[in-house]
């Protein structure tokens, strides 16, 4: 199994049966899992629901976790996926402009801020209507730092077909931000 | 990786993927930026880190408590759910509400350790509040049982209590915030106090620096077959499973001198019962399979035809029956040929790891489909119907002769440990073994004595040890420097039998163990440990093993934990042994309860064995406020007696409530005083713990100086 981090397999085996390793796992993926999670849904509170949801199924699944058949992260990673899936088929949610430049965790909109946060709300747009496989891809392969072989074990897909998807998904990206900087400009 | 402006930066398998493409780089770039800019909230990530913690804490408890289900003819009561079962402790107890104050405010304590019966003691305590609370006034409500002085921090809401001096090793505790001085952090009053109940695992004692290790001969006695079995079954007697004598292969009885005889066609499976009368053997042929029961040396075969799964190991349970795995369950044929299944789980034992106890009432199994990590494979108490996991295991455990005493290795940690545990469950007690992180240990055999146990170990280099080691420390006592399998001790713990190897050829060999060292008093230590774990398990089996005939050990209470308080020698020959039994505290009854048990034993007419003659139980009782004695013993130094208390004691208090001179060591809770040759110590109960509260009476001990 590949180590995410050194010791990675032992404190997995430990998990099994010490809840304070699987506490050090936690504190280990919680950044990257929230992160990965806030990228879905764009929403910090349904965010921190998610997360906790993740959590708590992996420590309840950990005992069936076969560290032969996909690293760790990989297997997290999954969950948190298949999480988002089915928190996006109940709710569909889908957040517009106004919702996110209102989202709750925001800060206040300032004079300094404006351009930026615009930049990053197209950029998070772009990323949103991409393709599903697409858009798991880039967002574990740019918001994660994940291996590509990881993201692989986690799609259930090869590494190439992994680089096409990241390589179609940014193409799309790059399009939908040369499409909206010149509205921008005219608006 | 290609670090940018502002720390941005593209691995090496993105930058692969957008190539030269300039504006596709500068895309990638946008995207990591906004999609790297969301921190987790860090009140949010402790908080949910206690609450995940505290979960899994719940799952792995409820795992290890699942009921597997016995057959439905199952004729035994329901199994009676331990202290483990309490995996969270949330705990609130209501109190009388006073019409001029404020409606009290629900408060849920949760803590890792509630509910666990091993916690390491030198482990700290997190309680978590599920408000904010007045760090203040929860602080000064805290009160630890047996008194404990601790250290306290918080961390937002969750209180930490470190133990200035660890904790009372195989002890009950419960942790409790008084009502009647809590707050939370908006002065709202509890409902009523919180408790946190949780017990201590054993730990070693060591008995002071262990001599060198010697040589552990070992003598070839015959080729083997490569999973052949050997058992000791009289004085330089063996019957092996496959072995090849002149020319001969089959089931053999080797002796000392050089003779073999033939007795049948090669087996694989080959067992002796718990009192050592009778053995069974298996056979193979003509598309059947028989069971060979038969007298201690063989003699007096009587074969019923059975069909036996292939790799199916065989185990007597108690002179009446054999357990065995047919038809992919666990079953068991008595003399007459009649069958009856013991567990309806199903079991390939060609590929699942399957021991059985002496006795026949546990019966470990591991699936051979799950990975080899630590931890996979549950113990199957067969009586009571109940499981449990032992936790960590790699290899196969091993039982001690009684049965009564399940050891494992360890191989959770970094290095291989290891563990002891009551077979039905209990306090774990873990051991170091002087191993590397890369050994691979296997093959574990404890003595029937208790106090030793042998063991193989295989370098990376390829060199294979056999060792024999002590249980107090894991010291290595003698040494092979050749591997050996399959150890089977004999019932004088005086040599063990093993399978190893000359070069590629299988061989049996036995091992002639040098004469144990350890004291008359350490061997009735020994025994009464042995006989404590099996009451811890209700094992009557094992009890009656461990005592001779006449006495009633039906009548012996059960307990979650025992321990050795003194061991003294009577002038008679025989040995006094006090016990005390403790029944852990639970949420509902949030208070240890306790009793003293004595124990006479005595040796046997034949070997000179320890036998326990007599056992009165006494009643039980909530444990009283203040210190108690948790083990009297010779100390260190000669002319020494050691008296260590079960609380952390006002160092104070120690002096004037001692008659003798005495001196207190606080890491260990130790008093050691200095009487004059063997006489009646007398501690006054001006004695106290950390917390004010004293001795409940006065203690007259007889001892015995070191």
């Not at chain 2, 007697?237 to 004598?245: E, H, Q």
């Not at chain 2, 207190?664 to 130790?670: G, L, N, P």
Request: negative net charge.
């Amino acid at each position: 199994m590949r180590e995410a981090f050194p010791g990675e397999a032992d404190l997995v085996e430990r998990a099994r049966t010490d809840p304070h390793a699987f506490g050090q796992l936690y504190e280990r993926y919680v950044s990257q899992i929230f992160r990965f999670v806030h990228n879905r849904v764009r929403d910090r509170s349904i965010a921190e629901d998610l997360t906790s949801e993740v959590f708590f199924k992996a420590l309840r699944a950990i005992d069936r976790y076969r560290p032969t058949s996909r690293p760790f992260s990989a297997w997290l990673y999954q969950i948190a996926t298949n999480t988002v899936i089915d928190h996006v088929r109940t709710r569909r949610t889908t957040l517009d402009l106004d919702a996110v430049a209102h989202r709750p965790d925001g800060q206040p909109p300032v004079e300094e801020q404006v351009a930026r946060r615009a930049d990053v709300e197209r950029v998070w747009d772009a990323v949103a209507d991409l393709v599903e496989t697409q858009r798991l891809a880039v967002t574990l392969k740019l918001g994660q730092d994940m291996h590509t072989a990881d993201i692989a074990a986690c799609m259930g897909r090869t590494e190439g077909a992994v680089k096409l998807l990241i390589y179609r998904g940014l193409n799309t990206i790059r399009q939908k931000l040369e499409e909206a900087a010149p509205s921008r400009r005219e608006a | 990786m290609t670090a940018t402006h502002d720390g941005d930066w593209l691995d090496d398998e993105v930058l692969e993927v957008v190539g030269a493409d300039q504006e596709l780089r500068h895309a990638a770039m946008e995207v990591r930026r906004t999609l790297q800019t969301a921190p987790v909230d860090p009140d949010f990530a402790r908080r949910l880190g206690a609450e995940v913690v505290a979960r899994r804490q719940q799952v792995i408890e409820e795992r290890s408590q699942r009921r597997w289900r016995p057959p439905a003819l199952w004729p035994l009561p329901r199994p009676i759910l331990a202290l483990g079962g309490a995996a969270l402790a949330v705990v609130l107890v209501l109190g009388a509400i006073l019409a001029a104050r404020p409606a009290p405010v629900p408060v849920a304590a949760t803590s890792a350790v509630a509910g666990l019966a091993s916690l390491d003691p030198s482990g700290r305590v997190v309680v978590h509040f599920s408000r904010a609370m007045d760090h203040g006034a929860v602080t000064a409500a805290l009160h630890v049982t047996p008194a404990t002085a601790v250290r306290t921090d918080w961390s937002g809401e969750d209180l930490m209590v470190t133990p200035v001096n660890g904790l009372v090793p195989n002890s009950a505790y419960v942790l409790t915030i008084d009502a009647g001085r809590a707050r939370t952090a908006s002065g709202g009053h509890l409902p009523g106090d919180l408790h946190v109940v949780f017990g201590t695992a054993p730990v070693p004692q060591p008995g002071g620096t262990p001599p060198p290790a010697v040589a552990l001969p070992l003598r070839t006695l015959a080729a083997a077959g490569e999973d052949s079995e050997a058992v000791i079954v009289g004085q330089g007697l063996l019957l092996a499973t496959s072995a090849t004598k002149f020319g001969a292969t089959g089931v053999m009885r080797l002796h000392a001198t050089g003779a073999a005889e033939w007795l049948g066609p090669a087996t694989d499976a080959i067992c002796v019962s718990r009192n050592g009368r009778s053995l069974a053997y298996l056979e193979r042929g003509g598309g059947t399979t028989s069971i060979v029961m038969a007298a201690s040396d063989g003699t007096a075969p009587k074969t019923v035809t059975v069909p036996v799964d292939e790799g199916s190991p065989l185990g007597w349970m108690d002179d009446g029956e054999v357990s065995f795995v047919g038809g992919g369950q666990l079953q068991a044929v008595d003399r007459d040929g009649h069958v009856r299944v013991l567990a309806s789980q199903q079991v390939d034992a060609a590929r699942d790891s399957v021991v059985i106890s002496p006795g026949g009432r546990y019966a470990f199994l591991r699936s051979g489909s799950a990975p080899a990590a630590p931890g996979q494979g549950r113990l199957l108490d067969l009586a009571k119907g109940a499981g449990h996991e032992l936790p960590g295991v790699v290899d196969q455990p091993a039982f001690s002769a009684d049965g009564g005493t399940v050891a494992w290795f360890d191989g959770s940690g970094a290095v291989p440990r290891l563990a002891l545990a009551p077979s039905a469950g209990g306090p774990v007690l873990r051991l170091p073994l002087p191993v590397a992180a890369a050994d691979r240990v296997s093959d574990l055999g404890l003595a029937p004595a208790g106090g030793r146990f042998v063991y193989a170990v295989q370098h990376p280099n390829g060199q294979a040890e056999l060792r024999l080691a002590a249980i107090d420390d894991g010291a290595t006592l003698a040494a092979a420097q050749r591997g050996g399998g399959s150890p089977n001790w004999a019932a004088d713990g005086d040599s063990v039998a093993v399978l190893t190897h000359s070069g590629s050829q299988p061989e049996i060999a036995v091992a002639d163990v040098p004469a144990a060292t350890a004291s008359g008093a350490d061997a009735a230590a020994a025994l009464a440990t042995s006989f404590a774990a099996a009451q811890v398990g209700g094992d009557q089996g094992a009890l009656r093993t461990l005592a001779r005939s006449g006495v009633d050990v039906g009548r012996l209470p059960a307990a979650s934990r025992a321990s050795v308080v003194q061991v003294s020698h009577q002038s008679d020959g025989s040995y006094r042994v006090e016990l005390r039994l403790t029944v852990d505290p639970t949420p509902r009854h949030p208070s240890a309860r306790a009793r003293t048990e004595s124990l006479e034993l005595r040796s046997s007419g034949q070997g000179g064995t320890l036998q326990v003659s007599r056992a009165v139980a006494g009643p039980l009782a909530d444990v009283a406020p203040g210190p108690h004695l948790a083990r009297i013993a010779a100390g260190a130094r000669a002319g020494t007696v050691a008296l260590t208390f079960d609380a952390d004691l006002d160092a104070a208090s120690v002096r004037g409530a001692f008659t003798v001179p005495a001196t207190y060591d606080a890491a260990t809770r130790t008093v050691t005083v200095s009487p004059a040759g063997a006489r009646t110590l007398t501690v006054g109960t001006s004695l106290r713990d950390v917390a004010g509260q004293h001795l409940a009476s006065e203690l007259r001990e007889t001892v015995t100086p070191g």
